[in-house]
């Protein structure tokens, strides 16, 4: 009898957690690469392989499925994700709504009750923190021109925008990351325009050199 599709998915998933646990168990041992391949839906059943090895993608899904229901990818493995970041080596990092373990083999566990709806999202199929949240969690731990590079790749992406970030990181106030962000805003600012100065008309007392010339001119005025 044909599998419903409810159990081709669990049997994929399974499938997937299996060949990421023994990628975790062999890597020490070999190249990096899986010795088993994901099982993929085929019109049958679920018994065909998807290839010899178990890829970037099927890590990150297969890590995220490890951990639970409602875990997705986040910190430096969602910015590898996304494309303007990279992942610590070794490790998947992963965060979930709830506690769990901290240390698992090949996974780095972020417990994060308070993330929001909006907060997650999903890309290649995998479920993974936001743009926004991603760069957020990210500057915790990036130097200044590092966060500088990725905020960049984001918005050249286009992943993000300028003002949108600005109005995410007001209503994170607060939160972790964000007042590292509101520095380098402030460091990526112009200058604001100034006028030249004219040379018929004396500088205030507050200008660059104004006191002086004001101070000359009261005292010619004195003498005459």
């Not at 769990?100 to 290649?124: F, W, Y």
């Not at 990036?142 to 905020?151: C, I, K, S, T, Y």
């Not at 960049?152 to 970030?165: G, M």
């Amino acid at each position: 009898m044909q599998r419903s599709g409810r159990s081709c998915a669990g049997s994929t998933e399974r499938s997937l957690v299996s060949s990421f646990w023994t990628w975790v168990s062999g890597r020490d041992r070999s190249s990096g690469a899986s010795p088993l391949g994901a099982c993929i839906r085929s019109g049958a059943g679920c018994t065909r392989s998807a290839g010899p090895e178990l890829g970037q993608l099927g890590r990150w899904m297969a890590a995220t499925l490890a951990c639970g229901s409602g875990a997705v990818l986040s910190h430096g493995s969602a910015a590898a994700l996304w494309g303007f970041g990279k992942e610590p080596r070794g490790r998947i990092e992963v965060s979930v709504p709830r506690a769990a373990p901290r240390n698992r083999p090949g996974i780095r566990v972020h417990r994060r009750p308070a993330l929001l709806p909006e907060e997650l999202t999903a890309h290649e199929g995998i479920p993974v923190t936001s743009p926004i949240r991603t760069l957020i969690d990210e500057a915790t731990r990036l130097r200044p021109m590092q966060l500088e590079r990725a905020v960049n790749e984001a918005d050249k992406l286009d992943w993000v925008d300028p003002e949108t970030l600005r109005a995410a990181l007001e209503r994170y106030r607060g939160q972790p990351g964000v007042a590292r962000h509101r520095r380098r805003d402030r460091r990526a600012a112009p200058p604001p325009h100034r006028l030249p100065a004219d040379p018929g008309v004396a500088e205030g007392p507050d200008s660059p050199g104004g006191g002086t010339a004001a101070a000359a001119l009261l005292a010619r005025a004195d003498s005459l």
